[in-house]
C-alpha cells in the first residue's frame, strides 16, 4: 500500500516527502557507488516526492557514464552533513524520470514496516540489476 512518509539528512537541513509502497521492497545494490554509500532504495514517480526544505544545501553528483547505465542519475547529498537522502533521475527502461529514496532517511517507518518490507538484491556491479548478485552476506 502507497503511503506518505517524510524524510530528512542527518542535520536536518534537507527534507522531503513521498509516497511509496515499502512491500514493493528495499533495495540493496553491489555497484560501486551504491555499495560504498550503502544506500538502501526505494523508487517513487517524480510527482509523488516534495523537497520541503534545504534544495540550496543538496549537492550533486553524476557518474561519468563509465561503468553506469545508461541514463540520467543526479545522486544528491546534503552539504552540510554529507548524507545522501535520495537521488532524481529518468530511466526510459525502468519508470521513467524517478526518486530513488535512502529508506534510512525516513523519520516515521515503523520498524515493523521495516522488517515487512522484502530486500530485494541488485547486481549493479554487473549490470544487472534485475537479477541478484551471486553473493550477497557483505551487502
Known sequence: MRKRYHGRCHCGAVTFECTLDLAEGLRVCNCSFCRRTRMLKTFTPREEMTILTGMDRLVSYRADGSGWPE???DHYFCGRCGIRPFSR??????????YCVNAACLDD?????FVAAPVIYENGRDDDFFNPPAETRHL
Open 71 to 73: 541514463g540520467d542519475v
Open 109 to 113: 517507518v515503523p520498524d515493523a514496516d
Open 89 to 98: 533521475g529518468y530511466l526510459e527502461d525502468f519508470m521513467g524520470h524517478f
